[in-house]
């Protein structure tokens, strides 16, 4: 009897759970995105003293407003390191900088477009390549450039983020990156507003050559001439003489979609350049003349110039 009873009861089993299944599926596709995709958003509440409020993702877009701290955002997409979000209050849309809305450089004293930009500092050379030497088969690392690009590079990075600025630096260590295409793709893959290279010059003779010099690649469309054109309008306190501004066909600087700048400051086989080029002194002084540059060209300079892609 009880499996007569079964055979029956297993059919309608099977019918009902298959019916509550089918309009489990139309209600999933009837409901509408907005709903379904609220319940995976997430918010964030700003903490920096200002947040400016951008048409796109970078600090070249348009600004659309600021918020003070506390202000509660919705998070709609990432992009780089920036948001997009939707604000509680007057439900205003668009990009603000992740680091800065977090308060994850509240020690600078005001919020400038320098602050929302995203900058790669390339130490030249590293690991197996010592670069140039300022003793002919020096053997020692104190006479090796890869040993000055980082340590400059590593004053340079301070400088900047006491402005609130996000430094990606491509190595800060002694390795070596190797296609040069990893330099290219750690800019990429932060999409940087600006690249600059740090070097230091060799020539073939011996104290023949002196100074520093400001290398650009492309001209127009990447808005790198200006911006190598600026920064030397800022190195005016360095003990070295500027060569000026010149074309360069380096790697690093060719292969780049961004406003990119590879910097020579100063020769290590001269004996009066490599005093310098030793010096913490010298190295703080290219850092604070390098901050200058940048904020001039981010708040004054590249708002006035045509976006790079």
Request: charged content about 25%; glycine content about 6%.
């Amino acid at each position: 009897m009880l499996r007569r009873i079964l055979k029956k009861q297993v059919p309608l089993i099977v019918s009902a759970v298959l019916i509550i299944a089918g309009l489990l599926l139309v209600a999933s596709i009837y409901v509408p995105d907005q709903i379904k995709k609220s319940s995976n958003l997430k918010s964030i509440t700003t903490k920096a003293k200002k947040t400016v409020l951008r048409d796109g993702p970078g600090p070249m877009y348009k600004q659309l407003a600021t918020f003070s701290n506390s202000e509660k955002l919705t998070i709609l997409k990432e992009k780089h390191g920036w948001l997009k979000v939707r604000s509680s209050i007057d439900k205003k849309t668009g990009w603000v900088a992740s680091w800065v809305a977090e308060g994850k450089a509240n020690n600078f004293s005001k919020v400038t477009r320098m602050t929302e930009a995203t900058i790669v500092l390339d130490p030249g050379h590293g690991g197996s390549d010592p670069g140039s030497l300022a003793i002919d088969g020096a053997t020692d690392p104190k006479y090796f450039e890869k040993t000055y690009t980082l340590r400059t590079a590593r004053k340079i990075k301070k400088a900047l983020e006491s402005t609130g600025a996000r430094v990606i630096m491509t190595r800060d260590s002694d390795k070596l990156l190797w296609p040069l295409s990893k330099i290219s793709n750690i800019s990429k893959k932060y999409h940087a507003d600006a690249f600059i290279s740090i070097h230091f010059d060799n020539y073939t003779v011996a104290n023949a050559a002196t100074g520093f010099t400001e290398y650009y690649y492309h001209k127009k469309t990447t808005n790198s001439y200006s911006l190598a054109k600026t920064l030397k309008k800022h190195f005016n306190n360095l003990p070295l003489s500027n060569r000026g501004v010149r074309s360069g066909n380096f790697y690093v600087i060719h292969y780049a979609y961004l406003p990119s700048v590879l910097l020579e400051m100063g020769y290590l086989n001269n004996s009066n350049d490599f005093q310098y080029i030793k010096s913490a002194s010298y190295q703080e002084a290219i850092a604070q003349d390098v901050k200058k540059g940048l904020q001039d060209w981010f708040d004054n300079v590249q708002p006035s110039l045509s976006k790079t892609k």
